[in-house]
């Protein structure tokens, strides 16, 4: 069985101890490939340098709406330099997040739109985050046909239609083993098939029964059994499926 976890974040300090061990354990799981993106500029480097470091991972470069005050011009110029790297594969964490506003409303939504962008004009895929946005989001991304990823996509009905007409891909996390997660649960039976990605979001989001630890991506086998459960379909077949759809998005070897 083959598994991408399509979205962690390897820079966080928590891994700054035993990523190699962490990385060894994810291979033993059977994932294959690692996608891990950057959300501060001041990050940038160090996100490179893993992906440089480890075969099988591979980077997002981008800018959290957290922390999109932090962004200046230079910070578009890196993002868009980087995008030439062998190992970059798209733009992200991008996106929105009013729930805490770490940021305004209006720099995140000039950071995402810049970065957004820069995605499009060099056709990369682009790993969104969306919180008490939803609005604002279809606004953003209705104006161009990017090649969207729906990062921890949380079963939102309103984002649903849309996203599928959009042909977005939809990123499951472990929060879809949750006991709260009913509208995901719900949300996911209705996303074809040929759209569906799973991820950690390492160090956040241990799915259950990891629950409460530091997630990795060796976890990321836990959302793939889940999600089969509850599509009621093989879970061999659900990895491969999932695995054609991350290494086409993305052109992996």
Request: charged content about 30%; proline content about 5%.
């Amino acid at each position: 069985m083959k598994i991408i976890d399509t979205h962690c974040h390897l820079d966080d300090e928590k891994f700054d101890e035993d990523l190699p061990s962490v990385l060894q354990k994810a291979k033993e799981a059977g994932i294959v490939y690692i996608l891990t993106a950057a959300t501060e500029p001041q990050f940038f480097q160090k996100v490179v340098n893993i992906a440089q470091n480890y075969e099988q991972v591979y980077f997002f470069i981008g800018v959290h709406p957290h922390d999109a005050k932090k962004a200046e011009e230079k910070t578009f110029l890196e993002a868009e330099k980087l995008l030439h790297h062998p190992k970059c594969i798209g733009i992200g964490e991008v996106g929105l997040d009013y729930h805490y506003n770490l940021s305004s409303p209006d720099i995140q939504k000039k950071v995402l739109k810049r970065l957004a962008d820069i995605a499009y004009n060099y056709k990369k895929p682009l790993s969104v985050h969306v919180r008490e946005s939803e609005d604002d989001i279809i606004k953003i991304l209705g104006r161009k046909d990017y090649k969207i990823i729906l990062h921890s996509y949380n079963g939102s009905k309103y984002l649903l239609d849309w996203a599928k007409e959009r042909d977005c891909y939809f990123s499951i996390s472990g929060m879809i083993t949750f006991k709260n997660a009913k509208d995901l649960r719900e949300s996911v039976t209705k996303i074809p098939m040929d759209k569906l990605f799973i991820e950690t979001d390492a160090p956040y989001l241990a799915p259950v029964p990891m629950r409460g630890k530091r997630n990795e991506p060796a976890f990321t086998r836990y959302t793939l059994k889940a999600l089969s459960d509850i599509l009621n379909t093989d879970e061999e077949n659900l990895s491969q499926t999932i695995y054609n759809n991350t290494v086409s998005l993305f052109g992996l070897p």
